[in-house]
């Protein structure tokens, strides 16, 4: 099986996150691969490279695509693949129509149908968004959800005096971009409200300036830590007491997923992504949206519930390990890509 991924992107992110490892771990299967991508991340270029995955790198300027166009076109004369994946909308809107019946779009969000129109497959995050795709008009055969994975095993923990944290304190980790959507001044907020609780925020965004002058009027810069973007999520999280995830829209939302990996009891805002997977008490805390007060009693609830912490992250491993393993990953993504190189080759 020959894959080409074809992924624009931001420099980094959620999404960015999950086609990195999912190409990875579908390398460690044996699947041959090609990329394009951009040139702005070196640590996603060298994740390739020193996988022996071939890369192009291209700008995706909708203002003069043909250069985009061009190295697409090369690389699949070149590479010959059974079948490309062009992640997210502004990719899609570079897939060739000579390869239509070869390509897939692959949602992450609630991406409109036209930036796929060369897609003739489509994959979609979650359950919701596998919905939205078919109520576009896509037939049931062509489209299918592949959830994707986290694995952080054997990751070592973060030093917690190199991020100024008590070794015995209670620490809250956000893997968030510092976005509005991401509700970390609800974070914020509620964390103003639970004595004795630090928070690492790690993640970078356009709300950074903003997030920090916040902490300030709380008097929280004792507790609270910036840590900037981080590809060391698995030894965060192993440094960590729960993770915190207050969303106020989030079509699926990765970090789910790498707390019950991580065996790190959840705290989740009822956005409709965590909504759908996380079930109150059992999986994980889940607390309605821009609700400080909720989130604060949610929190203190995992620091001093006898008991509470261990039956979510059992409950979260349960939920992981039915849905979100790497084998579970790869084994129905092949499973697409075989069923999509068999309808094309008839």
Request: charged share 25%; proline share 5%.
């Amino acid at each position: 099986m020959r894959v080409l991924h074809v992924m624009a992107g931001a420099k980094e992110g959620g999404a960015e996150n999950i086609m990195l490892e999912s190409v990875m771990a579908l390398a460690d299967a044996g699947v041959e691969q090609a990329v394009v991508t951009r040139a702005d991340n070196d640590f996603r270029l060298k994740r390739f490279r020193e996988k022996g995955i071939r890369v192009e790198t291209a700008a995706f300027s909708k203002l003069w695509p043909f250069p985009t166009r061009a190295a697409i076109t090369r690389l699949i004369r070149a590479f010959k693949p059974d079948v490309a994946e062009f992640w997210m909308g502004r990719a899609g809107e570079f897939a060739p129509l000579s390869f239509r019946e070869r390509s897939i779009g692959w949602y992450g969000g609630y991406y409109k149908l036209s930036r796929f129109k060369n897609c003739a497959w489509h994959v979609g995050l979650t359950k919701d968004l596998l919905r939205h795709i078919r109520d576009q008009g896509v037939p049931e055969n062509r489209a299918a959800i592949i959830h994707t994975y986290a694995d952080f095993a054997g990751a070592a923990p973060a030093d917690r005096a190199a991020l100024n944290t008590p070794a015995n304190a209670p620490v809250a980790l956000a893997l968030a971009r510092l976005h509005e959507k991401k509700g970390l001044d609800t974070l914020l907020d509620a964390t103003a409200k639970v004595p004795g609780l630090y928070v690492w925020i790690a993640g970078d965004g356009p709300l950074e300036a903003e997030l920090k002058a916040h902490c300030a009027r709380l008097k929280l810069d004792d507790r609270v830590r910036f840590l900037g973007w981080r590809n060391d999520r698995g030894a965060l999280l192993a440094a960590s007491t729960f993770v915190a995830f207050p969303s106020r829209y989030e079509p699926f939302g990765t970090v789910t997923v790498d707390a019950w990996a991580a065996a790190r009891p959840l705290v989740a805002a009822d956005a409709v992504g965590p909504a759908a997977y996380v079930v109150d008490g059992i999986n994980g805390l889940l607390i309605p949206k821009n609700d400080p007060d909720a989130l604060a009693g949610a929190m203190q609830r995992v620091i001093s519930e006898p008991g509470l912490a261990a039956r979510l992250v059992a409950g979260g491993r349960t939920s992981y390990e039915a849905t979100f393993t790497r084998a579970a990953f790869v084994r129905d993504s092949l499973a697409f890509y075989e069923r999509v190189a068999a309808e094309a080759a008839h």
